[in-house]
């Protein structure tokens, strides 16, 4: 957010935001009448929150932080509602600039605004109820549309629910439940109390079957919802056709039912449990001699638990055409003014969804009532059902007289017994979360996140080949790709939450495994609440630096660092050891740490391991892992084909990384062992990381390393191999500092005899030529290279080096692109 300088600054601005939302005034105080950037960010933070906060739900976190252009802040805001807090944070911006300008500012307005539209798309108290329950009970949640559709849980335990209904919930019941005459013949079927009735087909046919029912009567919609177009109490051939044709705005199918005296309930069974009980009141107002019921129901209606539609506790009271004849049956219209103490009815029926209100009854239900309700719900297979009950007194046994089930109701409102009018609220969404996931489930999947800067997606592909071979499903997103399974969802680079939310949505994955890029968390964050492992593999000479305000490696661990922050209290970190920025990420950690190292006696893993720590290290061509002054060999590396007998020191490191998390995970020790040996450093299990061909005589290696950790690393593992001719492909992205790309050249110049400079797909603005022109100018300082080639296009590139070395040399290829390099190493020159 660009925050404009105060150019005519005074403390007068600072008292005219004060008058307006005092609740800011903790960041006012202190704040100078010349006003810099971050302060009145700050301003505009505090009341953005406290805007939200009146309409929503509570919020309280936010942050300022400077960015390299001068007077442009990024202000970190909580929000409850993703668009609700963006037009809180445009709200804040335009009263100030307002004030400074000596503009009017129409705050009630501007809240009157903000409230609508967080009654539009915030999560209704149902909805709301469940999705609290959930997170306090640490269930993952994850709203799926704008409606009420929510996902709970990840992968292959989630659930979902929509308002009232949820995975459990029978569409076969809930059709039932829809037809209304056929859920009354159900519950006669079973002996349960229910009113005479019968469809009708016309107002004549409706009078005939209320002659036959015996009169008073109810018409109603046989599939209608919510209380709407239901008429009751009904005498006179007048009213019941009246009613039938209120009831055909509704629907196109009539019923006629007897109508049952005494007092409105509703009933909801939760599974096999009754939850809670209320007795409903219809809408109504009070006369007062001087205003008319117009104005009377206007002033009800300006009630804040009352809201349009569900948003709030209560339904505003509108004006229908039932309305009106419930008005005209006690002879009055909107118009008219009603004594003092008169009550007027607005409805007959109680819904909270016409503007009734409920008090809670749950403790008076009498065991037989409660009975009834339970069978009747197990009638039609409902998981939660709202039954609706008339009954004299609800605290003496069910009897022909005294209790009458008149309709059953799938995803019931849940909001009368959360915010009954009168009496004790009832906690029916934990109780609908706590029938979903029973004690002990929490609708989480093992979730391992990596990242770091170099070797993400060899660890990743390592861990997900690992947690496959104990009979996983496992959710892989990388650099590559998203993949369940050996199935490819989506191919490019898929490091980030979009892909991650993929993975954890699919209902087939068991665990998932994500590589983490900084891209994404400095976009959107992370995708998941918490982890159960978080593996950083390096941070080194860090990358992408210049990018989104990130210049240093300390910064950019901590970016990083969001990953460690995510651990879960029973979780771990698994930590490089020789890497003192990853180190000094372990105080984030909420759980526990294991550190790595390719080295035994590593001062870090020394002191942890004196703490009685965990520690995974290398010694005498072993892996050994250690928790305080225990150890044991794991197993040796030269059975792990991807470390190439540990010639590759990284490829050990990454290796280490993920041994160490399904360590953390728990594994047990002979899969993992097993599946250790069978993850080749091949074209199909591991494309671009240190694969090594055999091709026309060369040795050539293709890795996707393109930084300067990335180079240090790959000239480390090529000294170990025994070519004396070394050739060299090779490009650099071109969001890369300049100083970036030409210390990578210089670097190649220490180790191969001849380098292939290319530009390829990552030139990301830079003009054709300028990436190698830099890597040329590193290499001017070259103690090995004697010769520079530079060529448009990667394959080219690839398919002239191959041509031009002689046999016998060791060609390394570095692949912007692994896997368009990978399949035309495969097509053109047969490559396994």
Same mark, same amino acid.
């Given at each position: 957010?660009?925050?404009?300088? !105060?150019?005519?600054?005074?403390?007068?601005?600072?008292?005219?935001?004060?008058?307006?939302?005092?609740?800011?005034?903790?960041?006012?105080?202190?704040?100078?009448?010349?006003?810099?950037?971050?302060? =009145?960010?700050?301003?505009? *933070?505090?009341?953005?929150?406290?805007?939200?906060?009146?309409?929503?739900?509570?919020?309280?976190?936010?942050?300022?932080?400077?960015?390299?252009?001068?007077?442009?802040?990024?202000?970190?805001?909580?929000?409850?509602?993703?668009?609700?807090?963006?037009?809180?944070?445009?709200?804040?911006?335009?009263?100030?600039?307002?004030?400074?300008?000596?503009?009017?500012?129409?705050?009630?307005?501007?809240?009157?605004?903000?409230?609508?539209?967080?009654?539009?798309?915030?999560?209704?108290?149902?909805?709301?109820?469940?999705?609290?329950?959930?997170?306090?009970?640490?269930?993952?949640?994850?709203?799926?549309?704008?409606?009420?559709?929510?996902?709970?849980?990840?992968?292959?335990?989630?659930?979902?629910?929509?308002?009232?209904?949820?995975?459990?919930?029978?569409?076969?019941?809930?059709?039932?439940?829809?037809?209304?005459?056929?859920?009354?013949?159900?519950?006669?079927?079973?002996?349960?109390?229910?009113?005479?009735?019968?469809?009708?087909?016309?107002?004549?046919?409706?009078?005939?079957?209320?002659?036959?029912?015996?009169?008073?009567?109810?018409?109603?919609?046989?599939?209608?919802?919510?209380?709407?177009?239901?008429?009751?109490?009904?005498?006179?051939?007048?009213?019941?056709?009246?009613?039938?044709?209120?009831?055909?705005?509704?629907?196109?199918?009539?019923?006629?039912?007897? #109508?049952?005296?005494?007092?409105?309930?509703?009933?909801?069974?939760?599974?096999?449990?009754?939850? *809670?009980?209320?007795?409903?009141?219809?809408?109504?107002?009070?006369?007062?001699?001087?205003?008319?019921?117009?104005?009377?129901? *206007?002033?009800?209606?300006?009630?804040?638990?009352?809201?349009?539609?569900?948003?709030?506790?209560?339904?505003?009271?509108?004006?229908?055409?039932?309305?009106?004849?419930?008005?005209?049956?006690?002879? =009055?219209?909107?118009?008219?003014?009603?004594?003092?103490?008169?009550?007027?009815?607005?409805?007959?029926?109680?819904?909270?969804?016409?503007?009734?209100?409920?008090?809670?009854?749950?403790?008076?239900?009498?065991?037989?009532?409660?009975?009834?309700?339970?069978?009747?719900?197990?009638?039609?297979?409902?998981?939660?059902?709202?039954?609706? !009950?008339?009954?004299?007194?609800?605290?003496?046994?069910?009897?022909?007289?005294?209790?009458?089930?008149?309709?059953?109701?799938?995803?019931?409102?849940?909001?009368?017994?959360?915010?009954?009018?009168?009496?004790?609220?009832?906690?029916?969404?934990?109780?609908?979360?706590?029938?979903?996931?029973?004690?002990?489930?929490?609708?989480?999947?093992?979730?391992?996140?990596?990242?770091?800067?170099?070797?993400?997606?060899?660890?990743?592909?390592?861990?997900?080949?690992?947690?496959?071979?104990?009979?996983?499903?496992?959710?892989?997103?990388?650099?590559?790709?998203?993949?369940?399974?050996?199935?490819?969802?989506?191919?490019?680079?898929?490091?980030?939450?979009?892909?991650?939310?993929?993975?954890?949505?699919?209902?087939?994955?068991?665990?998932?495994?994500?590589?983490?890029?900084?891209?994404?968390? !400095?976009?959107?964050?992370?995708?998941?609440?918490?982890?159960?492992?978080?593996?950083?593999?390096?941070?080194?000479?860090?990358?992408?630096?210049?990018?989104?305000?990130?210049?240093?490696?300390?910064?950019?661990?901590?970016?990083?660092?969001?990953?460690?922050?995510?651990?879960?209290?029973?979780?771990?970190?698994?930590?490089?050891?020789?890497?003192?920025?990853?180190?000094?990420?372990?105080?984030?950690?909420?759980?526990?740490?294991?550190?790595?190292?390719?080295?035994?006696?590593?001062?870090?893993?020394?002191?942890?391991?004196?703490?009685?720590?965990?520690?995974?290290?290398?010694?005498?061509?072993?892996?050994?892992?250690?928790?305080?002054?225990?150890?044991?060999?794991?197993?040796?590396?030269?059975?792990?084909?991807?470390?190439?007998?540990?010639?590759?020191?990284?490829?050990?490191?990454?290796?280490?990384?993920?041994?160490?998390?399904?360590?953390?995970?728990?594994?047990?020790?002979?899969?993992?062992?097993?599946?250790?040996?069978? #993850?080749?450093?091949?074209?199909?299990?591991?494309?671009?990381? #240190?694969?090594?061909?055999?091709?026309?005589?060369?040795?050539?290696?293709?890795?996707?390393?393109?930084?300067?950790?990335?180079?240090?690393?790959?000239?480390?593992?090529?000294?170990?191999?025994?070519?004396?001719?070394?050739?060299?492909?090779?490009?650099?992205?071109?969001?890369?500092?300049?100083?970036?790309?030409?210390?990578?050249?210089?670097?190649?110049?220490?180790?191969?005899?001849?380098?292939?400079?290319?530009?390829?797909?990552?030139?990301?603005?830079?003009?054709?030529?300028?990436?190698?022109?830099?890597?040329?100018?590193?290499?001017?300082?070259?103690?090995?290279?004697?010769?520079?080639?530079?060529?448009?296009?990667? !394959?080219?590139?690839?398919?002239?080096?191959?041509?031009?070395?002689?046999?016998?040399?060791?060609?390394?290829?570095?692949?912007?692109?692994?896997?368009?390099?990978?399949?035309?190493?495969?097509?053109?020159?047969?490559?396994?």
């Amino acid at each position: 957010m660009a925050i404009p300088p !105060l150019k005519e600054p005074s403390e007068e601005w600072q008292k005219a935001l004060l008058a307006l939302v005092p609740q800011a005034e903790p960041s006012l105080r202190g704040v100078s009448p010349v006003a810099k950037g971050s302060e =009145v960010g700050a301003i505009i *933070a505090a009341i953005a929150l406290e805007m939200q906060s009146r309409v929503s739900t509570p919020v309280n976190y936010s942050h300022v932080v400077a960015t390299t252009q001068a007077d442009v802040y990024r202000v970190v805001l909580q929000f409850d509602e993703e668009n609700v807090g963006l037009h809180a944070l445009d709200l804040a911006r335009r009263m100030i600039e307002a004030v400074v300008s000596g503009k009017e500012f129409d705050l009630t307005a501007e809240q009157e605004a903000l409230a609508d539209l967080a009654n539009d798309i915030c999560l209704g108290p149902s909805t709301r109820a469940m999705v609290d329950a959930a997170q306090e009970r640490g269930i993952p949640i994850r709203r799926l549309t704008e409606g009420s559709l929510v996902q709970l849980g990840y992968g292959s335990k989630q659930r979902k629910i929509l308002a009232a209904a949820t995975s459990y919930t029978s569409a076969i019941s809930e059709d039932i439940v829809q037809d209304k005459d056929l859920t009354r013949r159900l519950l006669l079927e079973v002996g349960l109390p229910v009113p005479a009735g019968r469809p009708a087909s016309s107002p004549e046919d409706a009078w005939a079957a209320a002659q036959e029912i015996g009169l008073p009567v109810v018409v109603k919609p046989r599939d209608g919802n919510q209380g709407r177009g239901v008429a009751l109490n009904l005498f006179t051939r007048e009213q019941v056709a009246a009613a039938y044709a209120a009831a055909l705005e509704e629907s196109s199918s009539i019923i006629v039912e007897q #109508f049952a005296t005494g007092l409105d309930f509703r009933l909801l069974v939760i599974g096999r449990e009754l939850v *809670a009980a209320s007795q409903r009141q219809p809408a109504q107002v009070i006369g007062d001699g001087i205003h008319t019921i117009s104005e009377l129901i *206007a002033e009800e209606n300006k009630n804040p638990k009352r809201a349009s539609g569900h948003a709030a506790a209560l339904s505003k009271i509108r004006i229908d055409a039932v309305a009106l004849a419930v008005l005209s049956e006690q002879e =009055v219209t909107p118009d008219s003014i009603p004594e003092r103490d008169r009550v007027i009815l607005i409805r007959r029926n109680a819904n909270l969804s016409t503007g009734g209100t409920a008090v809670d009854v749950t403790d008076m239900v009498h065991p037989t009532i409660r009975d009834a309700a339970i069978e009747s719900a197990q009638a039609v297979g409902l998981d939660i059902c709202g039954i609706d !009950l008339v009954a004299h007194d609800i605290s003496l046994p069910l009897s022909s007289r005294n209790g009458s089930i008149i309709e059953l109701n799938a995803r019931p409102g849940l909001r009368m017994h959360l915010f009954p009018s009168e009496g004790q609220p009832r906690p029916v969404g934990k109780t609908v979360i706590d029938m979903m996931f029973p004690a002990g489930e929490s609708g989480r999947i093992p979730i391992v996140a990596v990242t770091g800067v170099n070797g993400k997606t060899t660890t990743a592909r390592f861990i997900s080949h690992l947690l496959t071979q104990t009979g996983l499903t496992v959710g892989l997103t990388s650099t590559d790709g998203v993949f369940v399974g050996s199935r490819m969802l989506d191919d490019g680079d898929c490091s980030g939450p979009k892909s991650a939310r993929i993975v954890l949505s699919n209902p087939m994955v068991d665990a998932a495994v994500l590589e983490t890029a900084r891209g994404g968390i !400095l976009r959107e964050g992370l995708s998941f609440d918490r982890c159960d492992v978080a593996v950083v593999t390096n941070i080194g000479d860090g990358d992408h630096l210049g990018i989104s305000d990130i210049d240093t490696v300390e910064q950019l661990s901590v970016v990083k660092s969001c990953v460690v922050g995510a651990v879960s209290p029973e979780g771990h970190a698994v930590l490089n050891a020789t890497d003192p920025l990853v180190v000094s990420m372990a105080p984030k950690c909420a759980g526990k740490t294991i550190y790595f190292a390719n080295e035994a006696d590593h001062s870090v893993i020394r002191e942890h391991r004196k703490a009685g720590g965990k520690a995974i290290f290398t010694r005498d061509g072993s892996i050994i892992r250690a928790e305080g002054e225990t150890e044991e060999v794991f197993m040796p590396l030269a059975e792990i084909p991807l470390t190439h007998n540990g010639r590759v020191g990284f490829q050990v490191e990454n290796t280490l990384a993920a041994l160490g998390a399904t360590w953390a995970l728990r594994l047990p020790d002979q899969h993992v062992r097993s599946a250790a040996r069978t #993850f080749q450093p091949s074209l199909d299990l591991n494309a671009g990381r #240190f694969n090594t061909l055999q091709l026309k005589g060369l040795t050539v290696i293709v890795d996707y390393g393109h930084n300067t950790s990335a180079l240090r690393k790959m000239a480390e593992a090529v000294r170990s191999f025994p070519h004396e001719k070394r050739i060299c492909v090779y490009s650099a992205a071109g969001d890369r500092r300049d100083q970036d790309i030409i210390t990578q050249g210089a670097l190649l110049g220490s180790d191969y005899d001849t380098v292939w400079l290319y530009e390829g797909d990552y030139c990301r603005g830079r003009e054709t030529g300028k990436i190698m022109d830099l890597m040329a100018k590193g290499l001017e300082s070259a103690t090995r290279t004697t010769r520079i080639e530079k060529i448009v296009g990667a !394959l080219k590139a690839l398919d002239l080096a191959i041509a031009d070395a002689e046999p016998g040399s060791l060609l390394v290829i570095q692949a912007d692109t692994a896997d368009e390099t990978v399949q035309h190493l495969k097509k053109t020159y047969g490559a396994v």
